[in-house]
């Protein structure tokens, strides 16, 4: 699986949207891309996933770059909940195959500030 | 939604004691759970992958008599760690996959903190 390059940490301010980037610069054309966060003494909580195309759900948005090599997170209204260590994750999977192992890298602790 | 619980939530044992630290997925079947070990301040690192009816599948550099896994069915898998020592001590987390689910997704537990004195 490709690896991912996060910064490891960032702050976002009460209320605005926190964006998050990851780099997956050795992506291929079968690894999704998975984000997964954690709070603390917490277990891992997901977020999302995606191949190519935008992803949005009740959590966040997903933008993928169009060359996949790249993409970001995006919490549109930060709460102070949600300050946690989120993990980018890419992955060889398939509609039916997404069960598979993650490897977790170091992650960016987002800070949320009021 | 896909609940995986894990019990006990933390542990303080002996050194030389062994330690089972089970994984249970609440509202759904799971056919491969996986084990996740978390030091402080660091990330987590897959320890082994479990299917349910067959033996497990350790990472590279995990050592399968100490930590052993237990997958007897489609909703508990067991982790017992044999002869835990205090550099065992640790966040251990297991998660499981739902492949039934729209998305088949990983779902995690709570993790279970063991401190062995």
């Known amino acids: 699986d490709a690896k991912t390059t996060q910064p490891p940490s960032m702050d976002c301010a009460e209320g605005r949207a926190a964006n998050l980037p990851c780099n997956h610069s050795?992506?291929?054309?079968?690894?999704?891309v998975y984000w997964y966060r954690q709070i603390h003494s917490q277990g891992p909580q997901y977020i999302i996933h995606?191949?190519?195309n935008n992803e949005t759900n009740e959590m966040a948005s997903l933008i993928i770059t169009e060359d996949r090599k790249s993409s970001t997170l995006i919490l549109p209204h930060a709460t102070l909940r949600d300050t946690a260590v989120y993990y980018c994750?890419?992955?060889?999977?398939?509609?039916?195959?997404?069960?598979?192992?993650?490897?977790f890298g170091q992650g960016t602790e987002l800070s949320v500030k009021p | 939604g896909a609940v995986v619980s894990q019990h006990p939530s933390w542990v303080i044992c002996k050194s030389g004691t062994s330690v089972k630290i089970e994984c249970r997925s609440l509202?759904?079947?799971?056919?491969?759970m996986f084990w996740y070990r978390q030091f402080p301040k660091q990330s987590l690192m897959l320890m082994a992958t479990?299917?349910?009816?067959?033996?497990?599948?350790?990472e590279q550099g995990v050592e399968k008599d100490k930590f052993l896994i237990n997958h007897a069915s489609l909703t508990l898998s067991t982790l017992t760690v044999t002869s835990a020592h205090p550099e065992d001590s640790s966040f251990y987390i297991c998660?499981?996959?739902?492949?039934?689910?729209?998305?088949?997704?990983?779902?995690f537990g709570p993790g279970t903190r063991l401190t062995v004195l």
């Open positions: 479990s299917n349910e009816g067959s033996k497990a599948t350790y």
């Open positions: 994750i890419v992955r060889v999977g398939s509609r039916y195959n997404q069960g598979g192992k993650l490897i």
């Open positions: 998660s499981a996959s739902d492949l039934a689910g729209a998305n088949n997704e990983q779902f």
């Open positions: 509202d759904f079947q799971a056919t491969t």
């Open positions: 050795t992506i291929s054309g079968n690894e999704y």
């Open positions: 995606g191949l190519k």
